[in-house]
């Protein structure tokens, strides 16, 4: 007797790609709000998980969601990455709008659940995570190493562009190596973390962006115009870039919904 699969519904895809960003969301943000300075008051921070921790945590949530969604949606989990793949070829533009609309859900959903929790904190640790931007990205005097919006604005485009192109090698149908992709996604991830994490906080995805400055005040929503359109601007640079250099005419790969791509 032969066990057919049935191909995921577009409710199976986007439930996917909801839940995926909703794990990105909460580990990566969850782990820079209740770890990374843990305990607050404690001098040197013995047991912080710090830069590091918190880069670790976006990376390991990637590899984490990819594989248990992407085989389902194509794990995007970043409205950047799925605009990219849409300019590389390698994605339905009809498509982009639901999967986007997705990943805000469930990144809100995310840091809805931290606030949850947060509720329940001692010592108003709500109200001094609200404060403090609830790691939220920001520029000038909101960004952890005190770096204007240029640099803001370069560091978005510069590595959602490498992150993109990473995600494109690593998935391609024939150069790419699909058990190991996530592994190497997510670890690309951790490295755009440890590299701008003192420059804006990290976006790289609009999706995780929101889902932050919603609690995080006004001037996190204030600034966040720069880490939804900027990353933006990366991926599709990307797309582009990687469909001109890598994918000459005639050789253009069909559409792939289902390639594994956090």
Known sequence: MSDTAIPPTTVNRLVAEALGTFLL????????????TFPADSEGNPLGIAFVGVSLAFGLTVVAGAYAWGPISGGH?????????????????????????????????????????????TDNWLGNAQ???FASNGFG??????????????????????????????THSTRGTAALAPLAIGL??????????????TSVNPARSIAAAIYGGPEALAQLWVFIVFPIVGGLMAGVLH????????????????????
């Open 77 to 121: 989990f970043n409205p950047a990455i799925t605009l990219g793949l849409a300019a590389a070829g390698r994605f339905e533009w009809s498509k982009t709008v639901g999967y986007i609309v997705a990943q805000v859900i469930g990144g809100a959903l995310g840091t809805t659940l931290i606030v949850l929790i947060g509720i329940f904190g």
């Open 131 to 133: 404060d403090g931007g």
């Open 25 to 36: 969301v909460f580990g990566g943000v969850g782990a820079a709000l209740f770890a990374a």
């Open 243 to 262: 469909r001109a250099l890598f994918e000459p005419k005639g050789t253009l790969p069909p559409v792939q919904a289902e390639a594994r791509v956090p």
């Open 188 to 201: 690309t991830l951790t490295l755009i973390h440890l590299i701008s994490i003192p420059i804006d906080n």
């Open 141 to 170: 005097d909101r960004s952890p190493g005190g770096f204007a919006l240029g640099a803001a604005i370069v560091a978005e485009v510069l590595l959602t562009a490498i992150f993109v192109l990473v995600i494109l090698g690593v």
